[in-house]
């Protein structure tokens, strides 16, 4: 089993079904219009296996590296996608064929040279494609027939050119921490974001061809010279489309390559001087006390290639230094213009607002003018208020006034006799009760005087002094309670004038 074949069977949950698979493998091209649903899911797998396969660099290509955005059909395809149970899949050309119609896989060479982006849409008709289509409703062209055989050529993965793509933006946008950061040669480009889509596969020259071209056509993100090699990123806070290379741009590049070249050479340097010093070292000591020719020869061999290296190591560190120091006051350079230019555009803002103000004598009149008509409308208030003055009249004022006493005393005189009434019935209700007990009393005593040998005369008059007492002392419980409303009457009249005492 091929390597292609394992990661396919291991990854892709559609092949490890038994039953999928002999789908999968059969020659699911009649599905199409028998089952629509089985030849476009068997499509879809077929499809992902490979577009997932390709961005783990398992798809045969031809050269040493392997492309992750680029997929080759053949003969090489089918063989590492046979299987000892289920043979070759006899569908794979219908698989390209729909693929390349949905332009979800594009032919490299059409991918490159194509002036407008993949994601345009061309809404003129022409007469071949009326005629085209007229031929495929009758049956005459396409259909199962011409996708018989597998289609020989190198295609390109849209959905992997996206992924990539979105992993490069994201990861400039961490490293963009000036305007000089966003500008790269293609070495420089290559070195930072090759292992954008897959950290143990880098991007082959391939798909950074086709990713610098799918960032600067179809997805505008950044600025790409082919001739010069430059490469300048949009400025990430910024929406709008990419400036074009200019010389500057170029110098910058060129400048940033040359420093990362001298970054990587400092320690092969500092590495190989060790080296030499530990072979000298070796060469004194395996001989004798008195060393012979050849040792002497060696040793000094030695130290001199280590003398040569320390030399050059001291160069190309201060020429690092003094490229990263130039480069340092390009930066602010850089950034003082851009600075400039935001003043220059403020100032140019500034003053078209100030001669839409009118300047300082405008803004004088606009206040004059604004305080003369304050001063109107003051002057309006005052007489429309003493003409409002006048017409009020104090005799009305005064009618009104007392009528409301009148009213307030009415209310509250018709308050007062209703809960006198009130009070009164209360009164009364509970003198008929206690009358009512007096009575069952005074019969309960003449049955016991009766009983007892008590004369009804004696009765009468026992009865008789229990029965007045109560009355007694509840007529003067209720002429209490009349006198203190009447006085609670004439206190509130003596601290309200305004309603007087009844």
Request: charged letters at 25%; proline letters at 4%; glycine letters at 6%.
């Amino acid at each position: 089993m091929t390597e292609l074949l394992q990661f396919i069977l291991d990854h892709e949950k559609a092949f490890q079904s038994t039953g999928r698979l002999a789908s999968l493998y059969s020659d699911f091209r009649l599905q199409a219009n028998t089952n629509p649903d089985g030849y476009n899911a068997n499509i879809s797998a077929w499809r992902k296996a490979l577009a997932d396969a390709a961005r783990a660099g398992l798809i045969p290509s031809q050269g040493g590296s392997r492309d992750l955005l680029t997929i080759r059909t053949g003969d090489e395809l089918v063989q590492a996608l046979d299987s000892k149970q289920w043979g070759r899949p006899l569908a794979l050309g219908s698989v390209i064929h729909d693929a390349v119609e949905k332009k979800e896989m594009i032919p490299l060479k059409d991918f490159l040279s194509s002036n407008t982006s993949i994601y345009s849409r061309n809404w003129t008709i022409t007469p071949q494609q009326v005629i085209t289509w007229m031929l495929r409703q009758l049956g005459m062209v396409g259909g199962v027939s011409t996708q018989d055989r597998l289609a020989v050529g190198q295609f390109v993965l849209v959905a992997n050119v996206e992924s990539a793509a979105d992993a490069i933006l994201k990861k400039q946008s961490s490293l963009a921490t000036s305007s000089t950061s966003n500008i790269y040669s293609l070495s420089t480009f290559t070195s930072a974001f090759s292992d954008a889509l897959n950290p143990s596969t880098p991007l082959s020259p391939t798909d950074i061809s086709l990713l610098l071209t799918y960032l600067s056509r179809d997805r505008p993100s950044l600025s790409y010279s082919p001739s010069s090699g430059t490469i300048k990123f949009a400025p990430t806070s910024s929406p709008t489309p990419p400036a074009p290379i200019t010389e500057e741009d170029t110098t910058m590049a060129r400048l940033t390559t040359l420093i990362a070249s001298l970054r990587t050479q400092l320690p092969l340097l500092t590495t190989r001087i060790a080296t030499l010093d530990t072979e000298a070292r070796s060469a004194v000591s395996s001989s004798s006390s008195s060393l012979s020719t050849s040792a002497k020869s060696v040793a000094r061999t030695a130290l001199r290639q280590k003398k040569l290296a320390e030399t050059t190591l001291v160069q190309r560190g201060d020429t690092l230094a003094q490229l990263e120091a130039a480069l340092a006051q390009i930066e602010t350079a850089a950034g003082n213009v851009a600075v400039v230019a935001a003043m220059r555009e403020s100032a140019e803002v500034l003053r078209g607002l100030n001669e839409r103000v009118g300047g300082v004598e405008g803004v004088e009149r606009v206040t004059e003018g604004l305080r003369e008509e304050m001063g109107r409308v003051e002057e309006v208030s005052a007489v429309l208020g003493e003409v409002g003055a006048e017409s009020v009249e104090e005799g009305e004022v005064e009618e009104e006034s007392e009528e409301l006493e009148r009213e307030v005393r009415e209310k509250e005189k018709r308050v007062r006799e209703e809960r006198e009434e009130r009070e009164a019935e209360e009164t009364r209700r509970r003198l008929a009760v206690l009358e009512q007990g007096e009575g069952e009393r005074v019969v309960a005593s003449r049955e016991e005087g009766e009983n007892g040998g008590m004369t009804s005369e004696a009765l009468e008059r026992k009865s008789g002094g229990k029965e007045e007492m109560p009355v007694r002392q509840a007529t003067e419980r209720v002429e209490g309670m009349s006198v203190d409303e009447e006085q609670a009457a004439t206190n509130e009249s003596q601290s309200n004038p305004a309603i007087p005492a009844e």
